[in-house]
């Protein structure tokens, strides 16, 4: 790994054994782009990747010279208005209404390690041999507006990490209305462009489309990362598969309104933006005063859409996620929420707990009802006081229970959010976002407090604190159940309303802040109506997130396939619900709603006094599985194999650092009959080393599994054969392979 800068050619390159990025100071001062991708040997000079021709119509900075045009070359912060027709990745409103500038270097330096970013989540390392940073500084010399730009790699991986922090070093106030964290100018348009997008309940699909001349893009203007999009995309060559093949992913580290765009412009180059979202920002930078924009990851991979995914799963795991939970593998827990909705008391909840202890469940979370007046969604959030008519002591004494039960306890909190019907509203109205003289939206009849003001971030951590200090709670579900509308905030003037947005989400990670800072060993899940908030910002503080309101195994397995394109394994909040299921009242066998939630962080959802003997007996298989083989399936090498989007049925595995053990895990949607005899190949194995399958006891080379595949063809369905279970909807198995001496 290594920085380095060619003082004669003014050209820096960032490399480590997987990958090069090469910039230049252009002829006019500016900061050019010349190349992303496999590590490449260094040279002195590479200014011969400059790209230069005169062409009609190109507008250009010196007269006499018609090669020299912003239009073309490719830059790393690209302003409108001074021949650069592309979108731009910041614009500055000056008081004299002039929005042009011109931003020039002035110089750089080169450090070991990675500083944190304020305010904001990040990448992070913990020694400083483990990455390093360069910081380029530019000016726009009209205004003093500084632009500090960090470019971080690190030992292993092929991402580099990349922030903008402004200073207003002028003597007049400007107004940043884009400050874009990324700008990748690709050569060529050649991709395809891959995204995770759906709705509430049917998160992260994956969904792809070639690039094409003009601006394809995907945003929030939501107020949370949203469930719509997420931000991330991945470019993709026509031919790469999973396996094989380039692909670039995109990333940004944060959880609020955003942008990612590809432009491709008449050339057939791509400029690639990711960043706050433009259209709700403006953010007032007065003189000495900063502003940093949040960390984007790009990875680059010659191996794939798994190759990407695993780049991002190392680097998240272990270089985002952080605490105590990090790199523990995670409690088999039970949530009350789907077994009893808001209807519930002391008594009850002890009752699922004693099932679920007896069959080797670990943690017990309460959820959503067990504070304030919080009988229905119109009451009681803001007032984070255990309710004492359905918990006679309190949550301290329900802990306890719990505790001697031989459990964890874990409780849910909803602390962004505020009920009209609540003693918080009624003693702080004003703390409601809302334009004064005009109505609001309700979302799910609650309303959204402004937490871009500190007082507001404070009077909640006093109450959750106050609770935390009192029981023994070992993790929070940190939910959030709507979308912002009329945001304004009434502690800030009028020419600063542009950074309620961004200042909220300040807030958020604030009080993430104090809470994983003051309380160690509590396991964060951040969660949004399932996975409306499902994004790199939220990993920081909380290692797992719920994934989707959706439990049903089939729709999970889409939405969990697609959450795997860029976040680990360990990062899945995965539960088994009841059958029928309550979202899709799909009835699916019990060990198919297992099998899935496997490749997560698994868990219950359900209240296991209503399940049979025989459904309880699995019941304790399935957890003795999961916690012997928890710390492969979290913290193992993940590959999709076989993709839901594609057909009727899915596969993916996992295996173990040392490649001894796999764990393969194949579903079929519908059942068919006569069908098609079926293989997987297998990856990650060891070629030379024999395994055996724990279905059947097969026993083969790794490179048999991996180049001729693992048989999944059923030949149950159709005719049984005597003694065989007939195969049905919805089949799954999962198949271990050990390495055999
Ligand atoms: C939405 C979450 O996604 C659910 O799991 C549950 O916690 C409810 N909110 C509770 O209101």
Known sequence: MS???????????????????????????????????????????????????????????????????????????????????????????????????????TSHRIEDGKPGLAGLPATYVEEASNAQTLVVELKDPLTGIKAELSYTVFTQGAALAKNVRYVNEGDQAVWLERAMSLCLDLPDSLYEWVQLSGAWARERHMVSRKLAPGIQSIGSMRGHSSHHHNPFLALKRPCTTEDHGEAIGVSLVYSGNFLMQAEVDVHGSARVLAGIHPDTFSWKLEPGEAFQTPEAVTVY???????????????????????????????????????????????????????AASCGVEMFVLDDGWFGRRDSELAGLGDWVANKDRLPHGIAGLAKKIGQLGMKFGLW???????????????HPDWKLEVPGRASCHGRNQFVLDFSRKEVVDAIYGMMADILQEADVSYIKWDMNRSMTEVFSKAIPADRQGEVFHRYILGVYDLYDRLTSNFPHILFESCASGGGRFDPGMLYYAPQAWTSDNTDAVERMKIQYGSSLCYPISSIGSHVSTSPNHQMNRKTPLRTRANVAYFGTFGYELDLNRMSEEELEEVKEQIAFMKEYRSILQFGTFYRLKSPFEGNEMAWMVVSQDQKTAIVGWYRVLNQINGSFTRVKLKGLLEDTCYENSQDGARHYGDEWMHLGLRTSDVTAGEVPAGKEPSNDFESKIYVLKAVE
């Open 301 to 355: 991979s010659s191996e794939g859409l798994n190759g990407m995914s695993q780049a991002f799963h190392k680097l998240y795991q272990r270089c985002l996620a952080r605490g105590e939970w990090r790199d523990k593998v995670r409690p088999i827990l039970i949530n009350n929420w789907e077994a009893t909705y808001f209807d519930f008391d002391e008594e009850k909840l002890l009752e699922i707990a004693k099932k």
């Open 413 to 427: 909190f909803e602390p962004e959010m505020v009920n009209l019907d609540s003693d918080l509203y009624r003693s």
């Open 3 to 105: 920085i380095l800068f060619h003082g004669g050619s003014k050209t820096f390159h960032i490399w480590n054994q997987d990958v090069s990025y090469v910039m230049m100071i252009l002829p006019n001062g500016q900061l050019g782009q010349l190349y992303f991708g496999k590590r490449i040997h260094d040279r002195e000079d590479f200014s011969d990747l400059l790209e230069l021709a005169p062409r009609a119509m190109a507008s250009c900075p010196w007269m006499g010279n018609k090669e020299f045009s912003l239009e073309h070359v490719k830059l790393e912060l690209p302003s409108y208005g001074s021949g650069d027709f592309r979108a731009p990745a910041v614009e500055i409103r000056q008081g004299d209404g002039s929005r042009i500038s011109d931003f020039q270097y």
